[in-house]
């Protein structure tokens, strides 16, 4: 595979982008930058709330917390070189820069596809065993867990990218996509990429799948355990602690498998390109709405740091 990597005469990629009428160009960049200082202003804001206030130093806000700091990178990887590429009429991207790209890429999505099922682990400990939460949801514990979603994400793009980009890439060199993703660098390789289908498949099923249906186990236990809730608005607390994780979960996780989990030649490019939108920065930018922003405890906490007294209880 090595020798075929070096005999790669690809030297850089032009990435297309969106294929929509240039008179919309302005709107497009208009509206992804201001999309995108939105991201950086919600996820900043909670990440800062979160180390500011003590009340907010709890198992579920430390993982609400990483999940925030994921999205900023996640979409910082890729929505800066697209705004800069709608600006302008360069649109390449170095070889090494496209390999750099796809692994910070995969290794922060799939570090956030594993932490949703430590949060949904988090959950299940608060609304099944809340006598015992602060003492099983350890800070210990809770480090732990988000570094093994880090060592997973680490470890399988690491596998990802060096089968991708160990294949002959000989020209063309146009990648039909706003960023350098795999499915879409697939298409250029001059080589059978049959084998990148199944390891594409395999850890496809390993870093979503899995996580996936550890989410599913719990939640089911999850409810059963709030259907023996005796009163009514206990019921309803408990189950609005999970509806802001379910909602974020099927956001990302859902295209993300109908991505990354199909055989190359079923891939619609165009179909990919929204997917990738959808969970790259869309759930980025709905993610703090959903999760954060709505939640009392959070709004007491900007309050607090903005020195305008305390939010309504």
Same mark, same amino acid.
């Given at each position: 595979?090595?020798?075929? %990597?070096?005999?790669?005469?690809? =030297?850089?990629?032009?990435?297309?982008? %969106?294929?929509?009428?240039?008179? =919309?160009?302005?709107?497009?960049?208009?509206?992804?930058?201001?999309?995108?200082?939105?991201?950086?202003? /919600?996820?900043?804001?909670?990440?800062?709330?979160?180390?500011?206030?003590?009340?907010?130093?709890?198992?579920?806000? %430390?993982?609400?917390?990483?999940?925030?700091?994921?999205?900023?990178?996640?979409?910082? =990887?890729?929505?800066?070189?697209?705004?800069?590429? *709608?600006?302008?009429?360069?649109?390449?991207?170095?070889?090494?820069?496209?390999?750099?790209?796809?692994?910070? %890429? $995969?290794?922060?999505?799939?570090?956030?596809?594993?932490?949703?099922?430590?949060?949904?682990?988090? !959950?299940?400990?608060?609304?099944?065993?809340?006598? !015992?939460?602060?003492?099983?949801?350890?800070?210990?514990?809770?480090?732990?867990?988000?570094?093994?979603? /880090? *060592?997973?994400?680490?470890?399988?793009?690491?596998?990802?990218?060096?089968?991708?980009?160990?294949?002959?890439?000989? /020209?063309?060199?146009?990648?039909?996509?706003?960023?350098?993703?795999?499915?879409?660098?697939?298409? $250029?390789?001059?080589?059978?990429?049959?084998?990148?289908?199944?390891?594409?498949?395999? $850890?496809?099923?390993?870093?979503?799948?899995?996580?996936?249906?550890?989410?599913?186990?719990?939640?089911?236990?999850?409810?059963?355990?709030? *259907? !023996?809730?005796?009163?009514?608005?206990?019921? *309803?607390?408990?189950?609005?602690?999970?509806?802001?994780?379910?909602?974020?979960?099927?956001?990302?996780?859902?295209?993300?498998?109908?991505?990354?989990?199909?055989?190359?030649?079923?891939?619609?490019?165009?179909?990919?390109?929204?997917?990738?939108?959808?969970?790259?920065?869309?759930?980025?930018?709905?993610?703090?709405?959903?999760?954060? $922003?709505?939640?009392?405890?959070?709004?007491?906490?900007?309050?607090?740091?903005?020195?305008?007294?305390?939010?309504?209880?």
């Amino acid at each position: 595979m090595m020798q075929e %990597f070096n005999q790669s005469s690809v =030297t850089e990629f032009i990435l297309l982008g %969106f294929s929509f009428n240039p008179r =919309t160009t302005p709107l497009l960049f208009t509206v992804f930058l201001m999309t995108y200082l939105l991201i950086i202003l /919600g996820n900043s804001l909670i990440t800062i709330l979160i180390c500011l206030d003590s009340h907010l130093h709890t198992p579920m806000y %430390f993982f609400i917390g990483i999940l925030s700091i994921l999205d900023l990178g996640y979409t910082t =990887t890729t929505v800066p070189q697209m705004l800069a590429h *709608l600006a302008s009429q360069k649109k390449t991207i170095s070889f090494a820069s496209c390999v750099a790209q796809m692994y910070i %890429f $995969l290794v922060l999505g799939i570090t956030e596809s594993w932490l949703f099922a430590m949060m949904s682990i988090d !959950r299940y400990v608060a609304i099944c065993h809340p006598l !015992r939460y602060k003492v099983i949801m350890s800070p210990w514990l809770c480090g732990v867990m988000v570094i093994f979603c /880090g *060592l997973m994400g680490i470890i399988s793009a690491l596998i990802y990218t060096v089968f991708a980009m160990c294949l002959p890439y000989c /020209g063309p060199n146009k990648i039909n996509h706003f960023f350098c993703e795999v499915p879409a660098v697939l298409k $250029l390789a001059c080589a059978d990429t049959s084998v990148n289908d199944w390891v594409d498949f395999i $850890l496809g099923f390993s870093v979503i799948l899995v996580p996936l249906s550890l989410i599913l186990v719990i939640y089911v236990n999850i409810f059963i355990a709030i *259907l !023996r809730i005796h009163s009514a608005q206990g019921r *309803l607390k408990a189950f609005s602690t999970c509806a802001s994780h379910i909602i974020v979960v099927t956001m990302f996780c859902v295209p993300a498998m109908v991505m990354y989990m199909k055989p190359g030649s079923e891939a619609s490019l165009e179909e990919d390109k929204k997917l990738a939108l959808f969970y790259n920065v869309v759930s980025a930018f709905l993610n703090p709405i959903i999760y954060s $922003l709505r939640n009392k405890d959070v709004k007491r906490a900007f309050l607090k740091v903005a020195g305008w007294g305390r939010a309504p209880e």
